[in-house]
């Protein structure tokens, strides 16, 4: 399923990368992209909305809404 994920705290390209690695690493995840601009991520994956609020908060970002698409 795809997910659409509001995201505050990403700043520069590395901010995008590390989310698009956190994004990587979620069960079956794939189409994944990152809009610094949007503030928003998009995955395709199989994990529950909390696990990946948790990971990416982890990293030291803001999640603000998941909307699944």
């Known amino acids: 399923m795809m997910k659409k994920i509001k995201i505050e705290g990403m700043s520069t390209g590395i901010s995008v990368n590390n989310v698009k690695d956190v994004l990587a690493s979620l069960n079956n995840s794939g189409n994944i992209q990152v809009s610094l601009e949007g503030k928003y991520g998009m995955v395709g994956t199989l994990s529950s909305n909390q696990e990946i609020k948790e990971k990416i908060e ?8 998941i909307e699944n698409m």
């Open 58 to 65: 982890y990293e030291g970002y803001n999640v603000v809404s």
